[in-house]
């Protein structure tokens, strides 16, 4: 059989089988951070039970033709099944290109949503750690945490004005700061070092760019947290 009847029926077989397996939600408002590689989408979600959501969630998305990306639903609010999510746009990738076209009043296909299994522990500090890509995850940890105080944590983020704008948008403990190296991990460090966060009562929860999050649990690792007081998530490389 020819190369391309075959891709054909490859596809149409694809398609047939996303058709039934793909949920739908709505787009309600994006909103481009300037500089606009940072995108923030308000979803409804009718099909999904927000109260159910214990542990950090993450949805795949589909973002073109049979392909299909992670993001992480944040600032949830269970009444209305509505959600929002923060994309870094800044690099080539079928993701962000789907991120910057959608427009509100879209409708976004996606598979059941899933969990990064990320809760928060019994413990007096909680503290997120993480880069733009992570920014939802750390909200949504955020979220998660009672009472509140426990929570603290960083995000690296490379855009002076991003930095400004995550401060004037929420309420959040969390700092975002300059990235000093290419991934991250030593800037985050630095920061960690500075807290002066307590050996023995603190864990730590580590999701964005594979590199900065080994990384990371290294030196952690080095400053004696032990292993079930680093929870790490890789997103991508
Ligand atoms: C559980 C989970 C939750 C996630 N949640 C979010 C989220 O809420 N928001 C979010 O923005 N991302 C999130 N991600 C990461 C996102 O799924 C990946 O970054 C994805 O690769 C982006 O797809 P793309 O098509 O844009 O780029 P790809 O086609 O996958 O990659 C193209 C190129 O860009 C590089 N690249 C990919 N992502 C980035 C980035 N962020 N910065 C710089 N270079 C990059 C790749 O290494 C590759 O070289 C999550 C990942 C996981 C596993």
């Known amino acids: 059989m020819e190369t391309s009847t ?3 029926i490859k596809r149409s077989a694809g398609n047939i089988l996303e058709n039934q397996l793909l949920q739908s939600g709505r787009v309600l408002e994006v909103r481009h951070w300037q500089p606009s590689t940072m995108i923030e989408i308000d979803l409804h979600l009718p099909q999904v039970d927000m109260q159910s959501w214990h542990e950090v969630p993450y949805i795949k998305v589909k973002v073109d033709n049979l392909t299909y990306r992670d993001y992480t639903p944040a600032s949830w609010d269970a009444e209305t099944s509505t959600c929002t999510l ?12 789907w991120a910057r076209e959608l ?3 879209d409708t976004i296909r996606y598979f059941k949503i899933r969990t990064t299994r990320h809760a928060p522990a019994s413990t007096p500090a909680i503290i997120g750690l993480g880069d733009e890509s992570s920014m939802g995850h750390m909200l949504a940890l955020q979220q998660m945490v009672l009472p509140s ?10 855009n002076d004005d991003h930095r400004n704008l995550f401060d ?3 309420k959040s403990p969390i700092k975002p700061i300059e990235r000093r190296d290419a991934f991250g991990h030593n ?11 307590n050996l ?10 594979n590199t900065m999050v080994s990384e990371l649990r290294k030196l952690l690792k080095l400053q004696g947290y032990a292993s ?5 998530h890789g997103f991508w490389s």
């Not at 426990?150 to 490379?158: E, K």
């Open 6 to 8: 075959l891709n054909k």
């Open 149 to 158: 105080t426990r929570f603290s944590g960083a995000i690296i983020m490379a």
């Open 228 to 232: 079930n007081q680093i929870k790490a």
């Open 187 to 197: 800037s985050l460090m630095r920061w960690v070092m500075e807290q002066h966060y």
């Open 200 to 209: 023995e009562h603190s864990v730590f929860y580590l999701a964005g760019n």
């Open 86 to 97: 923060y994309i870094d746009a800044a690099h080539k990738g079928p993701g962000s290109k």
């Open 103 to 105: 427009q509100n009043g």
């Open 168 to 170: 004037q948008y929420f």
